[in-house]
């Protein structure tokens, strides 16, 4: 049996293990591979991440509940707080602080990236999702960090990354982006104003040592707040509730309802990343990836979704060139 089949047997137990929320027994198998030999690196990169991964995918295929998947990320952060007491970093210079923006709901992915740094020689610490504007402004002036590392899964989190690229602008901090929630190789991250993109931690450490050596660049802004996002912004509630409406016209149960309520403001998170930013995909992949994921319920909420690309059009169309 080859080294993949061996970490892809590990990472099917893995799975079921979290799964099944069996805390110290997925605990243990992390250490179990740590003791034969596999570097802690890469247990984080070749099982913890892509189970992570595996987990988001059922949920969108409908066969994992949101309970489980957040059981099974809490599971999976504790395997990693165990590796890293397993095997202690030794990180050195000036910190990098790592961060999820505001309305960012994913922070396993930054907690994993500071712990990847932090093996890899790099002083990083991860502060979670940032609370506010006036919270980073406070961050930064007394921690001082070379580099302010976002973490963004969620393209709908776009404009908070705007936000706390100008407050760490104004306190000449660079600013690393990374995750998918920047589009297919950074796509949208010059938008929102941030330094560098990168795909891969080695990618960040590198860019990092390479700053180090020749000074750090000049810091970008986020672009001006277009006016149709302003108006979306200020009608943000009305257009969820309409768009919610049209979806809710028939007999829906109140499990489906609250679910299609959800939808309709992850509409308007998506509508204001795509005004924010400028590229009017955003929205049309966002809305489109919201519809396959309610194809997978039953099949009332399947006939519903069918409708929801029309509706959010209808709405955000009218709000977005509104007064």
Not at 145 to 159: D, E, G, I, K, V
Not at 171 to 198: I, K, M, N, Q, S
Not at 234 to 260: K, M, Q, S, T
Request: glycine share 8%; hydrophobic share 45%; charged share 25%.
């Amino acid at each position: 049996m080859g080294a993949d089949d061996v970490v892809r047997e590990y990472r099917d137990l893995y799975l079921d293990l979290a799964g099944h929320v069996r805390v110290d027994a997925a605990v243990e198998l992390c250490l179990d591979m740590l003791d034969k030999g596999m570097g802690p690196e890469d247990i984080t990169l070749r099982l913890l991440q892509p189970a992570q991964h595996e987990v988001g995918q059922r949920w969108a295929l409908g066969s994992w509940s949101v309970a489980q998947e957040h059981a099974v990320s809490a599971v999976t952060d504790t395997a990693l707080a165990a590796l890293s007491a397993a095997v202690p970093a030794r990180p050195r210079g000036e910190p990098v602080v790592v961060a999820c923006p505001q309305t960012e709901w994913h922070g396993l992915a930054a907690r994993m990236v500071t712990q990847l740094l932090r093996w890899r020689g790099v002083a990083a610490d991860h502060v979670g999702t940032l609370a506010s504007d006036s919270a980073l402004e406070e961050l930064l002036t007394e921690r001082r960090p070379r580099a302010l590392a976002l973490s963004c899964t969620m393209t709908s989190a776009l404009p908070s990354v705007a936000r706390a690229v100008d407050v760490a602008t104004h306190h000449g901090t660079a600013v690393l982006g990374g995750g998918l929630g920047f589009g297919p190789e950074g796509r949208y991250a010059r938008a929102v104003g941030v330094t560098a993109w990168d795909k891969h931690v080695s990618q960040v450490t590198h860019r990092l040592a390479r700053w180090d050596d020749t000074g750090y660049p000049d810091h970008q802004h986020a672009a001006p707040e277009p006016i149709a996002y302003r108006r979306l912004l200020r009608h943000r509630r009305d257009v969820a509730e309409e768009i919610a409406d049209r979806l809710l016209e028939g007999e829906v149960d109140p499990e489906g309802a609250e679910i299609l309520r959800d939808a309709a403001e992850q509409v308007v998170a998506l509508a204001l990343a795509a005004a924010r930013t400028g590229h009017a995909s955003i929205l049309d992949e966002g809305v489109g990836e919201l519809v396959a994921v309610l194809s997978k319920r039953p099949e009332a909420m399947s006939a519903i979704a069918v409708r929801l690309p029309a509706a959010a059009h209808t709405v955000v169309d009218r709000y977005r060139g509104g007064p």
